[in-house]
Nanobody
Framework: QAQLVESGGGLVQPGGSLRLSCSST????????IGWFRQAPGKEREGVGC??????NTNYRDAVKLRFTISRHQNTAWLQMDGLKPEDTAVYYC????????????????????????WGQGTQVTVSS
């Protein structure tokens, strides 16, 4: 059973919005930075953005800046996606870094996949008319 669970994916028209959730009933997510990633068919997994464990700082890849917003509260994080484009179509994942690295990302974060070692199962987002 996955210990990180994403939800909220679906089919949406271009220009629409979706809100993805990342939660866990086992892992105290408040202790970790959380990264959001996506993988489109035939492409490598790429970072979308991240939020520090204290929630004060976020970072986003250029392609989603001003359209996507990451937030968190207690044991849940969200990825609010507005102005969706067909090129946003992918499986979206949330992830946390290794337990030993948790203090590296108290007030900062990175969205390099190699910095994360615990992943959810992913949720499909399809943007199409």
């Amino acid at each position: 059973q996955a210990q990180l669970v994403e939800s909220g994916g679906g089919l949406v028209q271009p220009g629409g919005s979706l809100r993805l959730s990342c939660s866990s009933t086992i892992i105290p997510l408040a202790n970790f930075a959380i990264g959001w990633f996506r993988q489109a068919p035939g492409k490598e997994r790429e970072g979308v953005g991240c939020i520090s464990s204290n929630g004060d700082n976020t970072n986003y890849r250029d392609a989603v800046k001003l359209r996507f917003t990451i937030s968190r509260h207690q044991n849940t994080a969200w990825l609010q996606m507005d102005g969706l484009k067909p090129e946003d179509t992918a499986v979206y994942y949330c992830a946390i870094p290794p337990y030993g690295d948790r203090f590296k990302y108290v007030d900062s974060c990175v969205f390099e996949p190699d910095e994360y070692n615990y992943w959810g199962q992913g949720t499909q987002v399809t943007v199409s008319s």
